[in-house]
Structures are given as structure tokens and as C-alpha cells.
């Protein structure tokens, strides 16, 4: 999968080796880091101004569930 983006050029198969890497956890997301959804401001100033590594993420608060 090195060098191939998901989306319109991508072929079936490589759409399905992709899942199945994702769901057997051959590859993981890089975090560089997370804010609470409380901290939207904040993480967008982040997101724009720093030298990040991976993605930002916000999270949901504790009580809400992400299926």
C-alpha cells in the first residue's frame, strides 16, 4: 500500500488490502495529538500553527459513545 490514496484511482483490491491491514492492526494512525471537543479553538490554533507529525484529534466527552 505505500504510495496509494484510497479515492477515485484506487482499485477495488487495494481498497480491500487496506481494510483488512486496518482491521488486523498492520497499521495504526499516527496521533500526534488530542484535545477534548470542549477545546475545538485550540486545536484548530494547533493544527494551523505547529510543526505537527500526525493527525489532531478531538474527542468526544467521556459519557458519548462512538460505535
Known sequence: ???ST???RATIKEFEDL???IS???ILPMVDRTFPLSQ???AQKYFK???KLGK???LP???MRVN
Open 1 to 3: 500500500m505505500i504510495g
Open 6 to 8: 484510497p479515492g477515485a
Open 19 to 21: 481494510l483488512t491491514a
Open 24 to 26: 488486523q492492526k498492520k
Open 40 to 42: 475545538a479553538a485550540e
Open 49 to 51: 500553527e505547529s510543526g
Open 56 to 58: 489532531v484529534l478531538l
Open 61 to 63: 466527552p467521556q459519557h
